[in-house]
């Protein structure tokens, strides 16, 4: 069955930077769609980085030029490096496929 496990999160200061992995079974990874989302507690699941088959990759006006998603299908894993954090980055983040599988999220918070 697919699977979708995310890592990497953790407390940063405003400023760092973090680089979140996710590691993916059961689907024919190099073909698929992926996205990254987050979600804060009492807010809907905000869609933030997305990258195709081909490369092609779209951001959320919100992390555009902060955050860069990449793939690796060798390893079956998308990546979303996070610079230049800020407080209102923090949030769950979850990983996507084909708009459908979700992984179960990893705690990003960002705090002096």
């Given at each position: 069955?697919?699977?979708?496990?995310?890592?990497?999160?953790?407390?940063?200061?405003?400023g760092?930077?973090?680089?979140?992995?996710?590691?993916?079974?059961?689907?024919?990874?190099?073909?698929?769609?992926?996205?990254?989302?987050?979600q804060v507690p009492?807010?809907?699941?905000?869609?933030i980085a997305?990258i195709?088959?081909?490369?092609?990759?779209?951001?959320?006006?919100?992390?555009?030029?902060?955050?860069?998603?990449?793939?690796?299908?060798a390893?079956s894993?998308?990546?979303l490096?996070?610079n230049?954090?800020?407080?209102?980055d923090?949030?769950m983040?979850?990983?996507?496929?084909?708009a459908t599988y979700w992984?179960?999220?990893t705690q990003v918070?960002v705090?002096?």
């Open positions: 069955q697919v699977q979708l496990v995310e890592s990497g999160g953790g407390l940063v200061q405003p760092g930077s973090l680089r979140l992995s996710c590691a993916s079974s059961g689907f024919t990874f190099a073909s698929a769609r992926m996205r990254w989302y987050r009492g807010k809907e699941r905000e869609f997305g195709g088959s081909t490369g092609l990759r779209n951001y959320a006006d919100s992390v555009k030029g902060r955050f860069t998603i990449s793939r690796d299908n390893k894993s998308v990546y490096q996070m230049s954090l800020k407080p209102e923090t949030a983040y979850y990983c996507n496929a084909l992984g179960q999220g918070t705090s002096s």
